[in-house]
């Protein structure tokens, strides 16, 4: 089965710094990966994933996330952190199951706070 | 398109009552999924259904849960009865499995069962 481990619960930092959030995965054969934000009472919404080929992606809002199969990982990161990037992210790796739709597992999630 | 559309958006209930959760999923897409969300187990799928026929329903909790889809653009989840430890926010997806399943995501509905 697969699982999706993010290390950190929380973590703080200035508006304007660099931003890397953890993601490491285990799965028994090519993953597809995703990255999620929940802002405050609601919903997810997708910001990147990785499906096949180049293993740099880049999503919406300005953030990227490289998979590294040796290292069972996929980090999300963004140069430049905004205020309104506070949010909870959360990583999920898609196994094929029945037909073309995935069963997602999520990690816990890593709640980002910025500060002014 | 208006996106995942989930009712009620708060719902507030005492211990032994029926809840039911609607969700209407993206046009066009095949696939519907639930999900809840705790603080202690993060976000669990409960169970999914591929052009309205459940797929999977091992992460239904037990048998007080129960999940339908009677037509392409509607879902409902019930809890009969409710308990406390019910309460969370249920969300519901949806995806055309084709693309690669990219689940969009409703907005939930927080449910407190007192």
């Known amino acids: 089965a697969q699982s999706v481990t993010q290390p950190d619960i929380h973590i703080t930092v200035s508006e304007g710094a660099s931003l890397e959030l953890r993601c490491n995965y285990s799965?028994?054969?090519?993953?597809?990966l995703f990255w999620y934000v929940q802002s405050p009472g609601q919903g997810l919404q997708l910001l990147l994933k990785?499906?096949?080929?180049?293993?740099l992606v880049q999503g919406i809002k300005g953030f990227e996330a490289e998979f590294k199969r040796s290292q069972s990982s996929f980090n999300l990161r963004k140069p430049s952190v905004h205020w309104s990037d506070a949010a909870e992210y959360f990583c999920?790796?898609?196994?094929?199951?029945?037909?073309?739709?995935?069963?997602?597992?999520f990690g816990t999630g890593t709640r980002l706070q910025v500060t002014l | 398109d208006a996106g995942v559309i989930q009712s009620p958006r708060h719902e507030v209930t005492e211990m032994g009552q029926e809840v039911t959760l609607r969700c209407k999923p993206i046009s066009g897409h095949d696939y519907l999924f639930w999900y809840r969300q705790t603080m202690m187990r993060g976000l669990e799928l409960l169970i999914y259904?591929?052009?309205?026929?459940?797929?999977?329903d091992s992460g239904m909790p037990e048998d007080r849960f129960s999940a339908k889809m009677p037509n392409a653009s509607f879902s409902t989840l019930k809890i009969q009865p409710s308990e406390p430890r019910d309460s969370a926010v249920y969300f519901c997806a949806s995806s055309l499995g084709r693309y690669k399943n990219i689940q969009y995501f409703g907005a939930g509905t927080r449910l407190s069962v007192l």
């Open positions: 259904f591929n052009n309205n026929v459940p797929i999977d």
């Open positions: 799965y028994g054969a090519t993953p597809y």
């Open positions: 999920a790796v898609g196994a094929l199951t029945t037909g073309t739709a995935s069963k997602l597992t």
């Open positions: 990785y499906f096949s080929g180049d293993t």
